[in-house]
C-alpha cells in the first residue's frame, strides 16, 4: 500500500512563511504529478500549486509570487513553501501524488493518492 502524509500546517500572523511538506511511502515504482488544494469552509476545494516529474510548475493566480512548489524525487516528497501569507490563505491544505504501483499480475498502473490534510490558519 502507499500512504501520503503531509506535516507543517499550523497558525502564523499575516505576512509569515509556512512550509508544507508531503511524503509518499510504500512499494514505488515512481511518482509523476505532485500537486497541493486547498479548500475553504464553504468553499470548493481549489488547486494551489502542481509539478510534474520533469519540475515544471504551475501556479493559481492568488499565490503566484508568494508560494514555491518543489520535489525531491529521491524522498518521494513535494514542499509547498508559502511565504507572505493573507488571511485568505487560510484553509485545510492537501496533497496529492500519483503514483505508479506495481499489480500482482506485474502490470504498472498509475493511482492517485491524497494525504490526510493539514490545516492552515493565517491570523493576527
Known amino acids: 500500500q502507499v500512504q501520503v502524509v503531509e506535516s507543517g500546517g499550523g497558525l502564523v500572523q499575516p505576512g509569515g512563511s509556512l512550509r508544507l511538506s508531503c511524503a509518499a511511502s510504500g512499494i514505488i515504482v515512481s511518482i509523476n504529478a505532485m500537486g497541493w488544494y486547498r479548500q475553504a469552509p464553504g468553499k470548493q476545494r481549489e488547486l494551489v500549486a502542481g509539478i510534474t516529474s520533469g519540475g515544471s510548475t504551475n501556479y493559481a493566480d492568488s499565490v503566484k509570487g508568494r508560494f514555491t512548489i518543489s520535489r525531491d524525487n529521491a524522498k518521494n516528497t513535494s514542499y509547498l513553501q508559502m511565504n507572505s501569507l493573507k488571511p485568505e490563505d487560510t484553509a485545510v491544505y492537501y496533497c496529492?501524488?500519483?503514483?505508479?504501483?506495481?499489480?500482482?499480475?506485474?502490470?504498472?498502473?498509475?493511482?492517485?493518492?491524497w494525504g490526510q490534510g493539514t490545516q492552515v490558519t493565517v491570523s493576527s
Open positions: 496529492n501524488s500519483d503514483v505508479s504501483r506495481r499489480s500482482p499480475n506485474g502490470i504498472v498502473l498509475q493511482y492517485r493518492y
